[in-house]
Every structure is written in structure tokens, then in C-alpha cells.
């Protein structure tokens, strides 16, 4: 049974979500208590998955609650569930919580998010990974991308398109800023794929903010894994997207269709980050025998870790609350045929695209290119197609 | 150099001015004497020709307008200054003429009235301060106008000094119109503050109102069930045909439907729904009182109830560091006031005490302070206190409090401007009084007095 803890200062609240989650006593164990202190009590004694706070208490708010469960019990889910209204206080949960959800919150909303985290908890076997990837804040990006974001923010006219590729080009900024753009506490009526709308969305005083706060900005350190390239990876990633989204053209597919397609291309690989930075020492050896034994890497991480890059970087997406579609894209990008998309998808256009930019880069990487799923591509119809798609990513050098 | 002419009758005019015989009459009528005596010798003509030099001089290079006029307010000499004022190229075309050939109407006619009643009288016209149109400019004067008496004692006209003050006027105007703006940012300001915590304050009563609801509502068709199976049970008992499967299955049905639960908490349920619906529309109750639009004069109003809509629009900002109690006089008697800027300073000073208070109980956290407002008839006054235990102000900090952006708070916590619009709106708007007694560690009492019969306005100048 699911431990869940909901903490919040006005105990009627507390009565209404316990009624209203009546029916689930049988498959959760749920939990009320009245402020921080209490909450932090109750989980010295007893592991919880799942917390689910309000912001404002007195004494000790959401915020510091937060950070302190991170601290002592990374790999609990942290929700917020507050009816403040000033994007300000957003901020200032950007680090600590998974997710935001706003007061008043629809009963299946709440049940949902909490649903979603259970089945991203299962997605993930190794228990240390799931710690690792509960315990991130935010994802390290290259000095020079923090340098031209800072220096464009500082014109007296800043340009929101040269910040929005800036955001687009980094997989650390887009997926912060994309977890906070699609948080119910935004309250949008559907969820933003496009890095330029949700910086355009947001606003620049809020990516300003975003931008130097430490919390979002800690910067990629190169000498703790040596093996790896956030350069080269950030642009595996971007051509990976670019690609996605031409093939999604190339098969007339809508607008929010192309935006999801770049979007989860960019992200595809954000495991690897989580990966590189959180476990270097492991992840030098992941990519040396990768090399050495022409290994691709995802095979190579699953034997050593029984996960690979791929379920790290879905877990984390989707305890940051991002598009299912995006985080499907990324936990099956290797495997397409899981999907039950039976014709052509974002996983199967990220899938195509990673592979097809790995041919073409696999000078850097020297490792081997992971194998077109061909038996799905035959499946769906779609295996007459790569050739034209082959051809459209050898349309554009300038990306490599 | 311009030729001054002299001519006699003027000259004698300008020469014997006779104050009112009132002002040290037995000097003047000396020195009228020695004049007297002077005139008609060649010499005298040379004195009078240097003394009417001087005069001219005077009259040329003063920035201020000189004008004489006669008995019928025509102008018999103005100066250069005068001149360009009126639109004259020459001064001496000025004469004969009179406001009315310069001046709109309203303006002329004003004048006249104000000069014909100083010529009637006497009495002399001090530092007036007048708007004067000509064409194409406003100017705003400080005029002085005083008699000249002839040498039978009879006025004979006047002479009238002028002094451009525009500049300081507009100045004086663009800092009252300064000050109006700051008030008003101050007013935004803490409206905007307000609303994100209104926002809060409806936000969490709507939470658990829906969650309840909709528990009831999610809960009924079990209920519905058990008592359909019972109107079952009853016909068949009636039919004396109840059979166990009947009775089986209504007790199967019980017992799914969480009835034990649902008996205790679908009445609470909704009680709490109801409080909660309370007090989303008490606040909404309160929002639309204390948001008075606050008209163009004072009214009668009843500051307790005001102040318990203030405390409860402003409860998101004390509630998580304080305890609010309200000691209102029952029988205060209705005071004359501007409602919304009565309001404002009852919200600057109780989130004044939150944010002392937050101070104390940041550095002791899991405490609260208390705030307290009180209000009392003192005689013709009523008197309102709110009181904090809050930090206190430090000594050096306190003839500082009620300067405009003066402020010990961190960027973004305040513009240093809610005291300062408590001073403006309680002394300047109301008549009435503001002061503190304070005490390190302690806490802050701020004291405002209304005034139940405040003078009646004083008129300023126009506008």
C-alpha cells in the first residue's frame, strides 16, 4: 500500500480531501497532519511516498517543509496544493517541489497527479535511481549557455526570441521552464510543448528570476566525468529535436503534434545528464565499455544500473509534471513498439530521429548507434518512410 | 536713454502721495509740508525731474507689474513689465485704457469689482493671489493694491505691484498633484498586495466547500441504494413475503455503503460547507465595504464596522504571524470622515503590526504576537488605537516614521509611504490627530483622533 502524508494549516481542508479521497482507503494509506513540524515527525517514524502540502503555514511554510523532505527523504514525491495566487511564490518552489497544484483543485485533478507519480514510481525499478532523480532540482547547463542568457537579460531591450533559443538550444533550462509553464499553478488550459511560447508565457521577469536564481543555474562540471560531453550531447539533442519535428512535418502532422516531437527529441536524453552528474565515477565506466566493447550505451546502462537513461529521464520528467506524450517519448524512445500507437507518434518520431542523427554523429560519440525498431516501423506502415526521413536529416549540416 | 518728461500735475500727483491720515499723520503731514514748499523753484524742478528719474528706473528694471489707475480703475502709468504682460509694445499705449481691453471678461470685471470697493474704502488689497489670462499665456499674481490719496484727501486712484509667482505655483500644484499620485500608488499598491491575499483568504474555503460537496454528492447513490433495498424489504414485509435472500441483500448493501462513516461525516460535511460559504461571502462582504469609493465630501460613517471589514480583507496578511482582536466601543457615535482613506490607514497600520510582529516571530517561530484595535469616544473626538507586540520602533528611527519613502523594510516589503498617507489622510483630510508610543521589544501603539466636529474647510485659492 501507497503512503501518502497531506499537510495543510486549516483542518477543514485537511476533512474535505480525506472525505473526498474516501474511496481510495483500500489502495492508499493516507495521512493528515497540521502543519511542517508534524509532517516531518510522522516521517521520521514511517517512509512516505507521496506529500502533498499547502504553502502558507505558519511557523514553517511549504517551501522550507520541502526542502527539508528533500533533504532527509529524497525519494518522496513532493506536491504542492496552495491557493496563492502571485507567480512570486512559484519561485520560490521551483527547487524544492515536484509539482504544483492549485486551491481550488478538482478532486480527479489531485487524484490523477498522485495516480501518475505511483505509476512513474514503478516505471523506475533501482530504488537508488529513483532517489538520485527525486532528489534533483534542477539540471546543470554549459557556462556558455548560462553567459549568453545572462548577457541577453541584462540588454536594455532583451530579445525574447534569442532567450527563447537559448532555453530551446539547453536541455537543463527547457525542462525547468517547461515544468513550470505547464504546473496547474499557471492554470493554462492545455500544456505548452514549444520552449518559445512558455518562455513568451512566462514572461521576463519571471525567466529573469528563473535565470539567477541559483536554485536553476548550477553549471555543468566537466572534470567530474570526464568521458562525457555535455556539449556533444546538448547537440545530439537539439538536431535530434529539429529532426523530429521535420519528420512530423513531413507527414503533415498539426502544429502541437511538431511541438511535442521537438520537445521530446530535445529531452530525449536528459537521463544521461541526470545520470553523468548525479553518478560520474559509474557513468565513465558506463560510456568507456560502451566504447570499448561497441556496446550503445542504453544496453551498456542497463546491465550495470537495470535501468537505462531513458527510464531515468522519464521518471524525472514526469515527477516534474510534464505531457505524458513527452514523457512516454522519452521512456520508450529505444523501445517504440511499447507504445499502442499504431501510427505515426511522437515516441516513433524521436525514436527514428535519435537513431538517424546517431549515424551521422557517431564520430564523437564512438559508441554504436542504437538499431532502427523495424518490426514496429513495418507494423505501423511507416518503414517505406525512412529513407525520406534519412534524407531530410542530411538536409541541414549546420546543426551537427 | 529714454527722455523723461515731466508733467506737473502728474508729477504733484506722485510727489504728495498722502497715506491715510491714520499712519503716523503728524509726520506725514510734515514732510507734505516741506514738499509744498520745495515746488515752484527751479531747483525744486531739478529735485523733482532726479526723484521721477529714480521712480523710472525703479518702475523700468523691476520684474514685478507697476500700474496706477484712476478713480474709474483706467490706467494712467504701468510699467514695461505691465506692458509685455498686457501685450503693449509701449507702456504709455496702456493709458486710459483699462482690464477690460485686456483681460477676459470674468477676470476684468473681477478686478474691477475688487478696485472700485479699495477706492470706495480705502482699504488696501494684500498679497492677493490672482490668475491673469492674456492672450495666449496664464499667469498667477501676488498683487498689492494700496490708495493714493489727492492733496484735498480724496483717493485719487491706485497703485498696484504685481508679482509673477507662476513658477512657484506651478511647482506648489505639480507637487499637490505628486502627492495625490503617491497616494494613490500607495492605494494600488496595497490593493495589489490585497488581492493575491483575497485571492488566498476564497481560494481555501472553495477547496474544501468543493471536496465536501462533491463527497456528498459521490456518497448519495450508496445511500440511495440501502434505502431503495429497505422500501424492498418494508413491501415485502407488508406482502409477508420476505424471503433471505432479501434481508441478505440489504445487508451486503450496508455494509458497502460505509454507512457508519457516512452518518458521522455527511452532516459535518456539510456544516463545514456551509461555514465555508460563509466566509468566502463575508470576505467578498467586506472587500466591497472597505473598497468605499470614498466621494468627493466626508460622510457619516460607522469606523467599527470599517475596521472589521479592514481587518478581515487584510486577514492573509497578519493571520500567519498574529491573533487580531477588536475592542470597538459599542456606542461610538458615527464620525464625519472620508471612508476610504480611513480604510487605507487602518490597513496600513494593522499590516504595519503584522510585519512587526513577523520580525519577533521570525526570530522566535512557532510564537504569535497579537494586534489590537481599539476605538473610544474622547470628548469631541474618537480616538482609535491599533496596538502591536511587535519589535518597536528604535529611538533613532522615530522622528523619521512619517516621512514619504522612508522605510526600515526590505526591498519589495514596502515603499516607506503607508505612514506617511496615514499623516496625510488623518491630519490634512480629517483634521485630526496621529502619534505613537512605542517600546523596544515591546511593541507599538499608533493613535489616530477624529475630530466629530471638524471645522469647516478652509478655503484656499482657486482650485
Known amino acids: 500500500m501507497k503512503t501518502l502524508l497531506f499537510v495543510d494549516d486549516d483542518p477543514k481542508v485537511l476533512q474535505g480531501l480525506q472525505r473526498q479521497l474516501r474511496t481510495m482507503r483500500n489502495e492508499w494509506n493516507m495521512n493528515f497532519v497540521e502543519g511542517g513540524p508534524q509532517a516531518l515527525a510522522f516521517m521520521a517514524r514511517q517512509p512516505v511516498d507521496v506529500i502533498v502540502t499547502d504553502m502558507m503555514m505558519p511557523g514553517m511554510d511549504g517551501s522550507q517543509l520541502l526542502s527539508e523532505v528533500s533533504r532527509r527523504h529524497p525519494q518522496t514525491v513532493r506536491i504542492v496544493l496552495s491557493g496563492q495566487a502571485e507567480r512570486e511564490a512559484v519561485l520560490r518552489l521551483v527547487g524544492p517541489a515536484h509539482q504544483y497544484l492549485s486551491k481550488p483543485c478538482e478532486a480527479d485533478e489531485l487524484r490523477n497527479a498522485i495516480i501518475r507519480t505511483f505509476s512513474l514510481c514503478d516505471l523506475l525499478g533501482n530504488e537508488h535511481l529513483k532517489n538520485l532523480t527525486a532528489r534533483i532540482k534542477s539540471l546543470p547547463t554549459l557556462p556558455s549557455a548560462q553567459t549568453r542568457l545572462t548577457g541577453e537579460l541584462q540588454?536594455?531591450?532583451?530579445?525574447?526570441?534569442?532567450?527563447?533559443?537559448?532555453?530551446?538550444?539547453?536541455?537543463?533550462l527547457t525542462a525547468k521552464i517547461m515544468q513550470l509553464v505547464n504546473s496547474a499553478f499557471f492554470g493554462l488550459p492545455r500544456q505548452i510543448s514549444d520552449p518559445q511560447e512558455a518562455v513568451a508565457y512566462l514572461g521576463l521577469t519571471t525567466v529573469r528570476a528563473l535565470a539567477l536564481s541559483a536554485e536553476i543555474f548550477s553549471q555543468f562540471d566537466p572534470r567530474l566525468c570526464q568521458l562525457f560531453s555535455l556539449d556533444?550531447?546538448?547537440?545530439?539533442?537539439?538536431?535530434?529535436?529539429?529532426?523530429?519535428?521535420?519528420?512530423?512535418?513531413?507527414?503533415?502532422?498539426?502544429?502541437?503534434?511538431?511541438?511535442?516531437?521537438?520537445?521530446?527529441?530535445?529531452?530525449?536524453?536528459?537521463?544521461?545528464?541526470?545520470?553523468?552528474?548525479?553518478?560520474?565515477?559509474?557513468?565513465?565506466?558506463?560510456?568507456l565499455q560502451a566504447r570499448q566493447k561497441k556496446q550503445p550505451v542504453c544496453q551498456v546502462e542497463q546491465e550495470l544500473f537495470g535501468a537505462s537513461h531513458a527510464d531515468v529521464g522519464a521518471y524525472l520528467l514526469g515527477l516534474w509534471g510534464l505531457p505524458n506524450v513527452i514523457v512516454e517519448a522519452v521512456a520508450w524512445h529505444h523501445q517504440p513498439s511499447r507504445s499502442v500507437a499504431a501510427q505515426f507518434?511522437?515516441?516513433?518520431?524521436?525514436?527514428?530521429?535519435?537513431?538517424?542523427?546517431?549515424?551521422?554523429?557517431?564520430?564523437?560519440t564512438e559508441a554504436p548507434p542504437p538499431g532502427l525498431a523495424m518490426a514496429y516501423l513495418e507494423k505501423t506502415g511507416l518503414a517505406g518512410r525512412i529513407e525520406t526521413w534519412r534524407a531530410a536529416s542530411l538536409e541541414n549540416d549546420e546543426v551537427y | 536713454m529714454e527722455k523723461i518728461q515731466v508733467i506737473d500735475d502728474e508729477a504733484s500727483r506722485l510727489t504728495l502721495p498722502k497715506v491715510p491720515p491714520r499712519q503716523e499723520a503728524g509726520q506725514q503731514a510734515a514732510t507734505a509740508k516741506v514738499q509744498k514748499e520745495l515746488i515752484g523753484t527751479a531747483e525744486n524742478r531739478l529735485w523733482l525731474m532726479h526723484e521721477n528719474n529714480l521712480l523710472q528706473v525703479l518702475?523700468?528694471?523691476?520684474?514685478?507689474?507697476?500700474?496706477?489707475?484712476?478713480?474709474h480703475s483706467r490706467f494712467t502709468r504701468i510699467n514695461k513689465a505691465h506692458a509685455r504682460h498686457l501685450g503693449l509694445q509701449q507702456p504709455e499705449a496702456a493709458i486710459g485704457k483699462s482690464d477690460a481691453d485686456f483681460f477676459p471678461m470674468r477676470l476684468a470685471r473681477q478686478k474691477l469689482v475688487d478696485e472700485q470697493c479699495l477706492l470706495a474704502t480705502g482699504k488696501p488689497i494684500l498679497g492677493l493671489i490672482e490668475k491673469s489670462d492674456t492672450a495666449g499665456e496664464t499667469k498667477w499674481l501676488s498683487s498689492t493694491k494700496v490708495p493714493i490719496y489727492a492733496a484735498d484727501g480724496k483717493i485719487s486712484g491706485l497703485v498696484g505691484i504685481s508679482r509673477d509667482i507662476t513658477a512657484a505655483k506651478e511647482a506648489e500644484m505639480e507637487r499637490q498633484a505628486m502627492e495625490a499620485q503617491l497616494r494613490q500608488a500607495q492605494k494600488l499598491e496595497s490593493i495589489g498586495q490585497l488581492a493575491a491575499g483575497i485571492a488566498h483568504e476564497i481560494n481555501t474555503p472553495t477547496q474544501y466547500v468543493?471536496?465536501?460537496?462533491?463527497?456528498?454528492?459521490?456518497?448519495?447513490?450508496?445511500?440511495?441504494?440501502v434505502l431503495k433495498s429497505h422500501e424492498d424489504l418494508l413491501a415485502a414485509v407488508k406482502n409477508q413475503a420476505v424471503t433471505p435472500e432479501l434481508i441478505a441483500r440489504s445487508e451486503v448493501l450496508i455494509k458497502e455503503s460505509d454507512l457508519e462513516y457516512l452518518y458521522v461525516q455527511i452532516p459535518t460535511a456539510l456544516g463545514e460547507t456551509l461555514e465555508g460559504v460563509e466566509r468566502v461571502s463575508k470576505i467578498v462582504r467586506a472587500m466591497k465595504e472597505f473598497s468605499h469609493p470614498g466621494g468627493k465630501g466626508k460622510s457619516l460613517a460607522d469606523l467599527n464596522k470599517?475596521?472589521?471589514?479592514?481587518?478581515?480583507?487584510?486577514?492573509?496578511?497578519?493571520?500567519?504571524?498574529?491573533?487580531?482582536k477588536l475592542e470597538l466601543e459599542p456606542e461610538l457615535p458615527l464620525v464625519p470622515c472620508f471612508l476610504g482613506e480611513f480604510n487605507q490607514c487602518v490597513l496600513n497600520l494593522i499590516v504595519n503590526a503584522a510585519h512587526a510582529i513577523g520580525d519577533v516571530v521570525k526570530k522566535n517561530p512557532g510564537t504569535k504576537g497579537l494586534i489590537t484595535v481599539q476605538t473610544r469616544r474622547d470628548g469631541d473626538h474618537v480616538e482609535v488605537r491599533v496596538t502591536d507586540t511587535g519589535t518597536g520602533i528604535p529611538e533613532s528611527v522615530r522622528p523619521k516614521i512619517f516621512e514619504p519613502?522612508?522605510?526600515?523594510?526590505?526591498?519589495?516589503?514596502?515603499?516607506?509611504?503607508?505612514?506617511?498617507v496615514v499623516y496625510a489622510n488623518v491630519v490634512k483630510k480629517h483634521g485630526g490627530t496621529v502619534t505613537f508610543e512605542t517600546e523596544l521589544g515591546r511593541g507599538t501603539t499608533f493613535i489616530l483622533r477624529l475630530p466629530l466636529h471638524p471645522p469647516p474647510p478652509a478655503k484656499g485659492g482657486e482650485g
Request: glycine share 6%.
Open chain 1, 232 to 287: 556533444i550531447l546538448e547537440r545530439h539533442s537539439w538536431a535530434t529535436g529539429l529532426l523530429a519535428r521535420r519528420m512530423a512535418h513531413l507527414e503533415r502532422q498539426n502544429n502541437q503534434m511538431m511541438d511535442q516531437c521537438f520537445l521530446a527529441g530535445l529531452l530525449h536524453d536528459v537521463g544521461q545528464l541526470v545520470l553523468a552528474t548525479g553518478l560520474h565515477e559509474e557513468y565513465s565506466q558506463v560510456i
Open chain 1, 345 to 364: 507518434s511522437q515516441v516513433m518520431a524521436v525514436h527514428v530521429a535519435d537513431v538517424l542523427i546517431h549515424e551521422r554523429q557517431q564520430v564523437y
Open chain 2, 306 to 324: 470599517a475596521i472589521e471589514s479592514t481587518a478581515t480583507v487584510a486577514r492573509n496578511e497578519w493571520k500567519y504571524v498574529a491573533d487580531l
Open chain 2, 405 to 420: 519613502f522612508f522605510t526600515t523594510k526590505d526591498v519589495g516589503q514596502g515603499t516607506g509611504q503607508g505612514l506617511t
Open chain 1, 155 to 172: 540588454k536594455d531591450a532583451p530579445s525574447l526570441e534569442r532567450i527563447s533559443e537559448i532555453v530551446a538550444r539547453d536541455i537543463g
Open chain 2, 210 to 225: 468543493g471536496d465536501n460537496t462533491r463527497f456528498v454528492k459521490d456518497s448519495f447513490p450508496a445511500i440511495m441504494q
Open chain 2, 59 to 71: 518702475m523700468d528694471n523691476l520684474p514685478d507689474f507697476i500700474y496706477f489707475k484712476d478713480v
